[in-house]
């Protein structure tokens, strides 16, 4: 038993070290670099209509159907959704890379309770979202023993 414990934590640190596969939702993920979603919405008159690749900290993911999700990255937030042609987990967390649209979008009072009902409610009539063609969630890291 003494002889199998190095090889067993070698391993363990193999393992630990190895890069923890994205899991992709909709459409593949294109090429390119991601930007951090505050940097996107820093401009995000100019970046509008455009195609987007994002990343940034899931914060919230829509408990009915996974429908959609809301980004953060250094207090900068935006929504994204998937306007029901792919879902992701509802118990998603971690580090997203978003592909998408970037709009301006009018709420209406249907999306504003749908919205609520999941304890996210727009701050007002509008608000910036984009829809994803893609969505890439890499898992939050584990927390090591304290």
């Given amino acids: 038993m003494r002889r199998f414990l190095p090889v067993v934590a070698a391993v363990a640190a193999l393992c630990a070290a190895l ?3 994205a899991a992709t939702y909709g459409q593949p993920m ?6 951090p979603i505050a940097t996107v919405m820093a401009d995000a008159a100019a970046n509008a209509g455009e195609p987007v690749k994002v ?3 899931i914060a919230q993911v829509c408990q009915k159907t996974g429908c ?15 306007k029901h042609a792919f ?3 509802k118990d998603a967390s971690g580090t997203a890379t978003v592909h998408g649209r970037l709009d301006p979008v009018e709420m209406t009072p249907e999306q504003a309770a749908h919205y609520a009902e999941d304890g996210v409610a727009p701050e007002g009539a509008r608000e910036w979202q984009i829809v994803a063609t893609s969505i890439a969630i890499l898992p939050a ?3 090591g023993p304290r």
């Fill in 87 to 89: 879902f992701v987990p």
């Fill in 141 to 143: 890291a584990p927390q």
């Fill in 55 to 57: 990343q940034g900290r």
């Fill in 68 to 82: 959609w999700l809301m980004l953060d990255n250094r207090g900068q937030g935006v929504r994204v959704r998937t």
């Fill in 30 to 35: 294109p090429a390119g670099d991601a930007r």
């Fill in 19 to 21: 890069p923890v596969a």
